[in-house]
């Protein structure tokens, strides 16, 4: 259009020109009020969704505390801001198409007025004169398309910034150049020490662990106690490696973790977190994910060892039971002993219990215990546990108070030697409980 313009009637290409620096004009003057609120209009919408998501999710203690009507004035609010920002916007963007076709509609009136003065002049063919209003609707609806897809800018612009904000974040733990080979099949159990290690979520956060030393030696089974908040699930996040120290170092048989590549050093444990998750598909599909050359054998004998094969089989299909998204369709105590078996059907050179067991009860918790030991034999366990009868057998006990150690040892010795680990032994046991627990 731009072309064929020039070529008809370069006298009347200015009125072309005016008409493009119009509608860029208007775009521009569009774009300077409405992309700050699209930017404001997408927190807002994710502010929306978050409303929406923990009322979901709380639902029932939205109920057990009358609080709807809170909730409902909380998403109300929520949704009136991005109402009124969403409005402010749609109007600013109608205001566009009447404006473009004004613009459109006075070019093609300047150009009949000024051709048919040269027409009258006989300096231009009155075909030349249709031919250029053509050319002109061309370029000036060719800008119209141009501002509708501008509507769409400012948002598709948000969003890819947060996207490319996503893409750009460099993580914090990363794999070395060379990482140094470390086995995950070795027969033996790993050697996993903490090397005074201190470590903050933040730079600016207080610590959650300051100057920890202590060594989980193979095949023994280590123990870490302490109340809440005393950093004992930030120690099996570091020995994963989801983190590295902020200093001192984490060593697994006498290299630092972060020497080797992550795929190595979390092929050598079996990890069980303390909030058991499962994923949508078959009890089976959910063990064999910690191992996907366990056959039958092993996924039932994993099961039994986590004393989860018996709800299995009694399950309608079995190992080919269906387990909703998140493990909905089961309770908690199953999914934390589904999620036990498929760490036990990996057979590491170390276990990773993030206080999984607080989700059974007693006898369950006895039963799994008493047959982990002959499952596990020749593996490091590293148990991190909130009640005592869970530890009194382990080979070594760390307790942590506030981030530091308080004291390490056996149960004997601790109950001797470390206050912090009697006081929270006798609040949970007896001392005839606790004589006898570590008898055995």
């Known amino acids: 259009g731009v072309v064929m313009v020039m070529v008809t009637n370069p006298q009347l290409g200015w009125i072309v020109v005016l008409a493009v620096a119009v509608v860029f004009a208007v775009i521009a003057v569009l774009f300077r009020f409405t992309l700050p609120r699209f930017k404001i209009m997408q927190t807002l919408i994710d502010r929306v969704n978050l409303v929406a998501r923990e009322m979901l999710n709380g639902l029932s203690v939205v109920r057990a505390f009358n609080r709807e009507g809170f909730e409902e004035n909380r998403f109300d609010a929520a949704s009136r801001k991005l109402r009124d920002t969403q409005l402010f916007t749609n109007r600013a963007m109608a205001f566009m198409m009447p404006t473009m076709m004004l613009v459109m509609n006075l070019t093609s009136v300047a150009i ?31 800008c119209l398309i141009m501002g509708m897809v501008s509507i ?32 995950s099949d070795a027969a033996a159990g790993a050697r996993i020490s903490f090397d005074d290690v201190s470590f903050r979520y933040t ?23 302490g109340p809440t908040g005393s950093g004992k699930s930030t120690i099996v996040k570091l020995i ?35 909030k058991a998750f499962l994923f949508e598909g078959t009890v089976e599909s959910n063990i064999a994910y910690g191992d996907e050359s366990a056959d039958e054998a092993a996924i039932r004998g994993a099961l039994e060892v986590a004393c989860a094969l018996d709800f299995v089989e009694a399950r309608e299909g079995g190992l080919s039971a269906p387990i909703a998204q998140g493990g909905d369709n089961v309770s908690g105590g199953q999914r934390q002993r589904l999620s036990m078996a498929r ?13 999984c067991f607080s989700a059974l ?3 369950t918790d006895a039963r ?25 057998a382990a080979d070594r006990i760390v307790v942590l108070d506030e981030g530091r150690v308080a004291g390490v040892g056996t149960h004997a010795e601790l109950m001797e030697s470390c206050p912090e680990y009697r006081e929270i032994a006798l609040s949970q046991l007896s001392e005839e409980e606790l004589v006898e627990g570590g008898a055995r």
Request: charged share 20%; proline share 6%.
């Open 343 to 355: 760490a036990l059907v990996r057979r590491p050179r170390a276990y990773l219990f993030d206080d």
């Open 152 to 183: 769409m800018l400012p948002r598709a612009d948000v969003a890819a910034q947060r996207l490319s904000e996503v893409l750009a974040t460099e993580p914090t733990v990363r794999d070395p150049e060379a990482p140094t080979r470390v086995r």
């Open 240 to 274: 994963e490696r989801f983190y590295d120290p902020t200093e001192g170092s984490v060593t697994l048989d006498g290299v630092d973790l972060r020497a080797l590549s992550q795929a190595d050093l979390r092929a050598c444990f079996g990890y069980v977190p303390q």
């Open 368 to 392: 799994v215990r008493a047959a982990l030991p002959a499952w596990a034999a020749g593996s490091t366990v590293i148990l991190v546990a909130q009640r005592i009868s869970t530890v009194l």
């Open 112 to 142: 009949v007025w000024f051709g048919a003065q040269g027409v009258a002049a006989g300096t231009m063919q009155t075909g030349d004169l249709i031919a250029f209003i053509t050319y002109a609707m061309v370029i000036i609806m060719g």
């Open 361 to 363: 009860d007693y006898a």
């Open 203 to 225: 730079d600016d956060g207080d610590p959650a662990l300051s100057h920890v030393s202590f060594t989980a030696e193979p095949g023994t089974t280590l123990a870490i106690v």
